[in-house]
């Protein structure tokens, strides 16, 4: 038997007669007899030391910040756990689940410190069957001794999926362990490689955010998965800055008509005409040329281009998906990704973990689909008295500002209710979220999905419309229902027979949704993004300070203990902070809401695109910065699309197209305006150029309201007495309305068909331009279809060149 060169890995405890066949077989000795002599021949103990071949990949440094030297070993993953007390049940388990590793031919190496780390290096033969399994089956007959490196990417995830599918004895996998305390932690280690520095240096640093990303870098570190958002998440930030540049011109042109809008100038001009009061008890009459400066802002938002505007961004939505798919087609087939198959790798890993295993079938359950259906509505209840309660809120907040001892919340009692209502609507966000993630979690558990990646898919499905209602349900309320259903003067809707519930102001309601979004919108941008940076940056920070390794204290004339390098480098990425599966997903729903607002009530918000772009220059380098520097690993993983998504982001567009005609068609004043413009104007009833065709528009949209009319309850009863003295016997108010009976007007029918018709033109129209849109450009590019049809045209005439030589010999 010829020399074998080996080294001394680690102190092994588990199973030595493994070890034994295992590296029997890795130096090619014929029996594990042979082996235990060459352990007798070496003068260290058989049990207490592990022996491997020099390994066939390059060592570099596995340091994650401080040295480079190169003769450190690559481990691809660290558990960690608790110092238990010998025998305990804890670490007895522990014993087994490692027992389990070593069986399969892990390398596992122990180092001490305030918690037990255990390094594990999975055989290379896990890999060359990956490789195999999932090699083109023409190309295993073909090069049967070709051997390629396993991209580190992929070794990492091998790894987890073996580590998380291995069973102990007591039929536990590593999940429930760390469900137990047995380990605390599992996770890859953050290598100081040159790619990782690459990104470090010029990707994850605030100065590079105007620079491009290097997705390629990206992919080769972080997996496919977190590549392929990354490049979804510049693509958006691309095209958006187009859609803010558009709504940057829409608000610009809206300030240029702020003192020109006739609308405007008659309430500004309206010294005479006394308003109903906005509460019942001590509210005061008003004068409509009080409110001369919120009709200005409002005219400046709801004007001729907003409805462009809202169209536009229809067909953005559409060209943006579009476009998206041929990048997306463009990007994975340069991976070679174009036709990988989940299930495929899935089943793979499987079967390399274990050979015996039987992959899980399809299963469907009526029942636990309709448990789960039942509950998603009980939620979705729960989320609608939610809204109610910040409606409730907005109503008793107005009547209590009415009231107050201050001139200022007096005067301005809606606006700060408006204002305050909108705060506690985010704060409410912030709390459902958390909420919202774990009823979600529940619900996708009693599915018992199949594969993970169902698991994310139905997850996905069912937080985004939780997440959905609880960003959106008061924005609703105030586009659709504020001062709709409020009844009139005499006769209002109350709340519990009390508070009556709020109007819009004469010149629209579409200010207060105006409010409503830029509130939120910009705390979302600002606290969240702050806190979100924060939070993981003082985490590490303290975890670094309590976690900092035991320092030895050397007496005079002893030598310094040479520290493992390990310890080191596994301590650092212990002490960053911990991602989980869902640590990419958070993102993505993040960033899936923010393109719900930049879309859906547009035409209310036309900064909204603008506030977007500027948000994800930052959220980009953000993630960036988390990822690299405040967090531990994640573990990699492929694919080649953005997953359900896409369908999301579709249902999104189409929620917009509905969501902005109904905004235009009710909420806005436009459809009124051009009513009385085209039928009750002075220009239709006399040809005459020199008036605008507005004049008298506001008197025409207010109702009259006789004083004596008013409720028995109504606090007012002094008030009138002296506007009954005065002459006043009338006050005016926002609607359609005869003074008689205070039925409808024919006017209020006029503007609700006109309504009606603009609403279903505009939905039609901007649906059938997606259709066009999404048929004019199509979703594969014509360079990736001709790639395909090539690569399939070269492997045809390869195989048959082939079975033409070996009929020839």
């Given at each position: ?13 588990y ?30 103990p058989?049990?207490e ?122 039929l ?98 309206a ?42 961004m229809?067909?953005?939505a ?141 997850f ?23 001062g ?15 508070w ?15 409010i ?9 941008q ?44 596994w ?77 999301v ?24 305006v ?24 506001i ?9 004596k ?63 066009i ?25 390869k ?11």
């Amino acid at each position: 038997m010829g020399s074998v060169s080996f080294d001394v890995l680690q102190v092994s405890q588990y199973h030595p007669d493994v070890h034994r066949e295992r590296f029997a077989l890795c130096l090619d000795i014929e029996s594990p007899k042979e082996l235990t002599e060459l352990f007798a021949a070496s003068s260290l103990p058989q049990e207490e030391i592990l022996l491997t071949p020099w390994r066939s990949f390059p060592f570099e440094d596995s340091d994650t910040f401080a040295f480079t030297g190169q003769d450190e070993e690559k481990w691809d993953f660290v558990l960690v756990s608790d110092i238990h007390e010998m025998g305990s049940e804890k670490e007895i388990k522990r014993k087994k689940f490692l027992d389990e590793l070593s069986k399969k031919g892990f390398t596992i190496k122990k180092i001490e410190d305030r918690k037990l780390f255990y390094g594990v290096r999975a055989p290379e033969h896990f890999f060359r069957k990956y490789q195999w399994l999932l090699r083109n089956p023409d190309s295993r007959l073909q090069d049967l001794n070709a051997q390629q490196d396993v991209p580190v990417t992929t070794r990492i995830r091998i790894v987890n999926f073996i580590l998380h599918n291995t069973v102990t004895p007591d039929l536990e996998k590593l999940r429930d362990l760390m469900k137990k305390n047995v380990f605390e932690a599992a996770f890859p280690l953050h290598e100081k490689e040159e790619v990782r520095e690459f990104l470090k240096e010029k990707w994850a640093r605030w100065r590079d955010i105007f620079c491009q990303q290097p997705i390629e870098k990206i992919r080769c570190y972080f997996g496919e998965k977190v590549a392929l958002y990354f490049t979804w998440l510049g693509w958006y930030t691309y095209l958006l800055g187009f859609a803010a540049g558009v709504g940057l011109v829409v608000f610009v042109a809206g300030i240029t008509v702020f003192n020109s809008s006739q609308v405007s100038k008659e309430i500004c001009e309206a010294n005479d005409t006394l308003m109903c009061p906005l509460c019942d008890q001590k509210c005061p009459f008003w004068l409509l040329a009080d409110t001369c400066m919120y009709a200005r802002v409002t005219h400046m938002i709801d004007n001729e281009g907003t409805v462009v505007f809202a169209m536009f961004m229809a067909i953005w939505a559409t060209v943006f998906l579009e476009l998206w798919k041929r990048q997306r087609a463009q990007v994975v087939t340069n991976w070679d990704l174009y036709g990988w198959d989940e299930d495929e790798e899935e089943l793979a890993m499987e079967l390399i973990n274990n050979l015996q295993h039987e992959p899980r079938r399809y299963r469907h359950s009526y029942l636990r689909s309709t448990i789960v259906l039942l509950l998603v509505l009980l939620m979705i209840v729960v989320l609608i008295g939610i809204a109610h309660a910040l409606v409730i809120y907005r109503v008793v907040a107005t009547a209590l500002f009415t009231q107050s001892d201050s001139e200022f919340f007096r005067e301005q009692a809606n606006l700060v209710a408006v204002i305050t209502g909108a705060v506690l609507h985010y704060i409410t966000i912030v709390v459902m979220t958390k909420i919202n993630r774990r009823v979600a979690l529940f619900l996708c558990d009693l599915e018992k999905p199949r594969t993970f990646s169902q698991h994310e898919n139905n997850f996905t499905i069912k937080i985004f419309i939780f997440q959905f209602l609880t960003n959106f349900s008061s924005l609703i309320y105030i586009a659709f229902f504020l001062g709709r259903i409020n009844g009139h003067p005499g006769n209002y809707v109350r709340i519990a027979g009390k508070w009556r519930l709020e109007e819009c102001h004469p010149s629209g309601c579409i200010t207060d949704l105006f409010i409503q979004m830029a509130i939120i919108m910009m705390l979302k941008q600002t606290i969240s993004n702050v806190m979100e940076y924060l939070v993981p940056w003082l985490a590490h920070k303290i975890r670094k300070r309590q976690k900092r390794p035991k320092k030895k204290h050397v007496m005079l004339g002893e030598e310094e203990e040479v520290e493992d390098p390990c310890k080191k480098q596994w301590l650092i990425n212990y002490q960053l902070n911990e991602v989980n599966i869902f640590s990419l997903f958070d993102e993505f729903l993040e960033m899936v809401i923010q393109y719900s607002f930049t879309t859906i009530f547009v035409a209310a918000f036309p900064l909204a695109p603008l506030l977007a772009f500027f948000n994800n220059l930052f959220e980009i380098r953000l993630d960036a910065i988390k990822m690299t520097r405040l967090r531990r690993r994640m573990v990699p993983r492929k694919t080649n699309d953005i997953g359900i998504w896409l369908q999301v982001l579709e249902a999104i567009g189409i929620l917009a197209v509905i969501g902005n005609g109904l905004v235009i068609a009710i909420t806005s004043d436009f459809i009124p305006v051009q009513v009385y413009k085209y039928t009750y104007s002075p220009c239709m009833k006399e040809n005459n150029t020199a008036v605008d065709c507005l004049t008298g528009y506001i008197n025409h949209s207010l109702s009259v309201f006789h004083i004596k009319h008013f409720e028995p309850d109504t606090n007012l009863a002094v008030e009138i007495l002296d506007l009954v003295k005065n002459g006043t016997t009338v006050c005016r108010y926002r609607d359609y309305r005869n003074d008689e009976d205070y039925s409808y007007t024919v006017q209020f029918w006029h503007v609700f068909a006109a309504r009606l018709a603009f609403l279903i033109l505009f939905e039609h129209v901007a649906l059938c331009v997606k259709l066009i849109a999404a048929w004019y450009v199509p979703d594969v590019p014509l360079s990736v279809k001709n790639h395909l049809l090539d690569e399939k045209h070269y492997n045809l005439r390869k195989e048959l060149s082939m079975m033409e030589y070996s009929t020839e010999v």
